[in-house]
């Protein structure tokens, strides 16, 4: 597998489909998540991992520091993005 490249765009895309926020917040939110993909980084393990993370202790420190709305849209934009991965990587 070569090394895959996510951009910002993607990024924001996939989050957009997520949120309400305005494009330009979730852009500079977003700016230091783009990555590049390593050979050895596994995005089916990556999936499981955030699986892994949505558990009942998680959502309630979620909710203690009023973050569930914008934990959920990361994981969710994370499983998006990984996603993207695993179908650019059939091309």
């Known amino acids: 597998m070569s090394n895959l ?4 765009d993607d990024a ?15 852009r500079q939110e ?6 590049v993909r390593l050979n050895k980084e596994d995005p089916f393990e990556s ?4 699986i892994m993370d949505i558990n009942p202790e998680e959502i309630t420190n979620q909710i203690k520091r009023d973050n569930l ?6 994981i969710q934009a994370n ?13």
């Open 47 to 50: 999936i499981t991992g955030l």
């Open 69 to 74: 709305k914008g934990w959920c849209i990361g």
């Open 12 to 26: 924001i895309s996939v989050a957009k489909r997520y949120s309400d926020m305005d494009e330009d917040i979730l």
């Open 30 to 35: 977003l700016e230091q998540k783009c990555w």
């Open 5 to 8: 490249m996510l951009t910002l």
């Open 79 to 91: 499983m998006q993005l990984e996603l993207i991965q695993i179908r650019r990587a059939k091309e």
